[in-house]
Each structure stands twice: as C-alpha cells, then as structure tokens.
C-alpha cells in the first residue's frame, strides 16, 4: 500500500489555511452559539407558523363543513334531479348556455361564502349569486368530502366538495361552498415577511453580543497568553491575575501559577547545579593546570616531579568522582537504572558497610556504638542501600569531632524497621535544615569540597530512598549532632 505524502498534505492544508484562515477561540464560539441558535430559531419559528397554518384552516374547514350542513339541510332544488332536495334560500330560474345546450341553472342568495351546484357530468345547476360570472373549482375525480384551496376570480378561497346521494345511493350532483381567505392570508404573508426579515437581523445581532461576552469570558485566557508572551529569563517570577470568580479559568489560572512557580523553581536549581557543577570541575582542572604549568618552566628533581604527579592525580581522582556521582544522579533522574530488589537483612548490610568505612573512623578515633541492631529482612535494592547507607556513615565520619562516637540503632516501631544513625557533629541550623539533600549545597559554605565534600552525598541518599519507597528524614540540634532517619516497608 502506498503512503501518504505528508508534504502534499502539509502544503495542501497551507493552501486551505490562506483561503480559510482560522478562526479565533472567541469567533468561534460566537460562531458555533449563533448557528445554534439559528437552527433552533428556525426551528420555532417553523413549528409556530405551521402550527398557525393548521389552526387556521382547520377552522376554515369546519366553518366550511357548518355551510355546506346548512345549506343541505336548507336543499329544495327545482327540477327532477333534486327533486328530494329541500329549497337552498331563494332560487331565480334563469338559462345559461353549457356546452352547446340550454340547461336550467338555479340562482341561489347567500350572504356568507359562495355555493355551487355541479350535475353528474360537471355542468352548473345552482350558485349563489354572488358569484356572477365566476364558477367555483370543482373535480370530478374527488370522491367523497374534499377540501382545497382554489379562487374566485382574484381573490383566494377556501373550497370543500360535498357528494349529494339520491335514494339509489349514487351521486346525483356534488355541492361546492367557498369562503373567502384573504385577509387571513395577508395576515400569513405579514407574518412570514417579518419573520424572513426579522431572523438574519437576530442572528447577526446575537453574533455580536455573543462574541462580546465570549470576549469577556476568555478575557483570563488573553491574560496568560500575555504573560506566557512576556516571561523571559529576567521576570519568571511574573503570574497570571486570578479572575474574580472561582471557576473554571480561575482553576486554569491557579494551575498554570503553580506551574511556573515549579519551573522557577527547577530552573533556579538547574541553574544553581550547572554553576556549581562548573565550578567543581574547574577548580581541579585549574590546579592541575597550573602545576603542571609550573612543572614544565625549568628542569627540577625527580622527588619533586613525583609530588607534583601526585598531587595531580589526587584532584583527577576527585574530578572523577564528582563525574561519578554526577552521573548516578542524572541517571536514577532519568529512570534509567532498573531496581533489582530483593530481601536482605538490615543488620549485616550496617555491619558491612562499618567493616568496610574503619580504617576511615580510626583515622579520627571515631567510634561505632550499637544501641540495637535487631534483627530484620527488608526489600530494596542492595547495590542501592549499600550506597545509602555508605553516604550517611560517611558524612557522619566528615563532620564528628575526633574521639567522639556514632549511635546505630535499629528497631521496630509500628511494624516498622527503623535505623537511626546519630553523630555529634557541629549540627545543622533549623533554617538550613530542608536544603541539606540538594545537589551541591553544603551547610558551611565556607568549606571547600577538598574538605566538606561536593554536597552531592545525602542528594544521591535522597534519590535512592525515594526510588525504593525508603523513607528518609533528618533532625539536628547546632553544637549537639545530626541524626538520620531511615524507614523501611514491611515486607
């Protein structure tokens, strides 16, 4: 099967856009509310009129059927063919020619509508005489009681054909009453050219007060199309003005507020992260830089040249761990690391990272103490948890004074397995408390990451721990030590 060329319709739909160009959300919903309205107008104004038609002439028709009763029961005509007939009003026996021959045609007087009398083969026997010279319509080929709309001479009428029975039970003649219809016909004319003239003026007025109050309904809708024109890096902290009425455009308002307050928020931490991250690797490379600058100016000794290359390799090896954990971070950020979970005991997963940070707490004199390490599987990932809890150990180790020691506990509190990890430490302060796991953000700032760390460490506990459903919190008092707070699902 071949394609589609989406150029062709691209171009195609260019095409129709420069004759058709859209329309806006305002137009549009004038647009579509004005055909509505149009529709169901015409609608109306349909159903009335007919609704008026059928009234009317239906009451003509029983007007006409009220004639033609009287007019039967009231029957006397002259002559052999009616003669079981009683007289119709006042008769005047007079001779018309029909067809060639010399019939007797019977003179009737009415005052209301116009009678005439029809034989078997169409020929006039009787007429009121206000008809004169006209004749009413009559059709042979009607069979039974027939109404119809006909005219007497100019002017319109409402006509109804009565079969007259002889004793045999045939048609002998047909009676045929009228009554006049135009007044109540230019009354329908006044009427339909009103409607005709009056429904386009309707419809072009309600076009334009509904796009004026659609105008004003999207008048919030305008306000953040102008903001979002005018947000640039200088005033992201502009918003949207929050309409008057708590409805729908107030909660679009309130919704795309809270959105950019989120992005703010992430641009001014990706901001923050690209210029420390630039900064922590610009200041090994500097070092190495310039000793290594240094080192190619004159000839010097070997065990100088050896210090030098070391003290390079020292920064490298840094660099390569900021990139390291850099790297962990944007990786678990992505989702692109898959957990491997399983159940471990909590205990021998401490014990092994204190095994493997000793050397690390000697080197302080720093101690582990044990309050309870009871015994207890979780379900996480070990690679992960080995990762957590090397980073809080760790950073325990960094900030405790030497000679002083680290509380382990592990307990159940609620069904809970909880492990606390408490050093005595310089402490946090209360207001730098919630910062402490963002990327590169180190209490003291005045140390550097040669001696405080990068302020990576508890960002990358934070992340694992919320990939795993790990609770993670954190207390501290200044001059008195920080504690962390794990707490692990049930299994």
């Known amino acids: 099967m071949k394609r589609p060329d989406n ?30 309205t149009a529709l169901l107008m015409a609608a109306v104004f349909g159903a009335i009129f007919f609704s008026i038609d ?10 006409l059927r009220h004639e033609a009763s009287e007019a039967l029961q009231k029957a006397r005509l002259k002559g052999k063919l009616f003669s079981e007939l009683e007289r119709l009003c006042e008769l005047d026996s007079t001779e018309v020619k029909l067809n060639g021959d010399k019939l007797p045609v019977e003179r009737i007087s009415t005052d209301s509508g116009f009678i005439e009398i029809f034989d078997r083969q169409g020929r006039v026997v009787g007429k009121s005489l206000n008809l004169e010279n006209h004749s009413l319509k009559f059709n042979t080929g009607y069979s039974g009681v027939r109404f119809f709309d006909s005219t007497v001479g100019p002017e319109p009428v409402r006509e109804v054909q009565v079969p007259l029975i002889d004793k045999k039970g045939e048609v002998a003649a047909w009676l045929v009453v009228a009554i006049p219809t135009g007044n109540i016909l230019s009354i329908f004319i006044d009427l339909r050219n009103i409607m005709i003239v009056s429904f386009p003026v309707i419809i072009l007025f309600l076009f334009i007060l509904t796009r004026a109050i659609a105008g004003r309904s ?16 200088e005033n992201f902290g502009q918003r949207i003005p929050l309409p008057r009425q708590h409805d729908e455009l107030y909660r679009l308002s309130a919704t795309i507020n809270e959105l950019l307050d989120r992005l703010q928020e992430a641009f001014e931490r990706e901001k923050h992260f690209t210029a420390d991250a630039s900064h922590e690797l610009r200041t090994p490379l500097a070092v190495v830089k310039g000793t290594l600058d240094v080192l190619v100016r004159k000839p010097r000794a070997v065990e100088h040249y050896e210090e030098k290359i070391r003290y390079c390799l020292d920064e490298l090896q840094r660099m390569s761990r900021l990139i390291d954990q850099l790297l962990i971070l944007a990786r678990y950020e992505q989702g692109a690391v898959k957990l491997h ?26 101690s582990f103490e044990r309050e309870r390490l009871e015994e207890g599987q979780v379900s996480v990932d070990p690679f ?52 402490v796991f963002d990327r590169f953000y180190r209490v003291d700032e005045s140390r550097s990451s040669g001696t405080g760390g990068f302020g990576l460490g508890l960002s990358i506990v934070k992340k694992l721990s919320d990939i795993q459903h790990i609770g993670v919190s954190v207390t501290s008092r200044e001059r008195e030590g920080t504690a962390f707070r794990l707490v692990f699902q049930r299994l």
């Open 54 to 63: 059928r009234i009317v002439f239906l009451h003509f028709d029983q007007e």
């Open 218 to 233: 999207i008048r919030p809708i305008e306000e953040v199309i102008s903001t979002a024109e005018t947000l640039t890096q």
């Open 7 to 36: 150029s062709v319709s691209a171009s195609r739909s260019v095409q129709i856009g420069k004759f058709f160009p859209p329309m806006s959300l305002r137009n549009r919903i004038a647009f579509y509310y004005t055909v509505t």
């Open 341 to 366: 979970i399983a159940p471990i005991e909590l205990s021998a997963a401490i014990e092994s990272v204190i095994a493997r940070l000793g050397s690390l707490a000697s080197d302080k004199q720093i």
């Open 384 to 435: 992960m948890l080995d990762m957590i809890l090397e980073n809080i150990l760790s950073n325990a180790i960094k900030f405790s004074p030497a000679g002083s020691s680290i509380e382990i506990d592990v307990a159940r509190q609620s069904g809970l397995l909880v492990c606390t990890i408490a050093d005595h430490g310089p402490g946090i302060p209360e207001d730098k408390l919630q910062r």
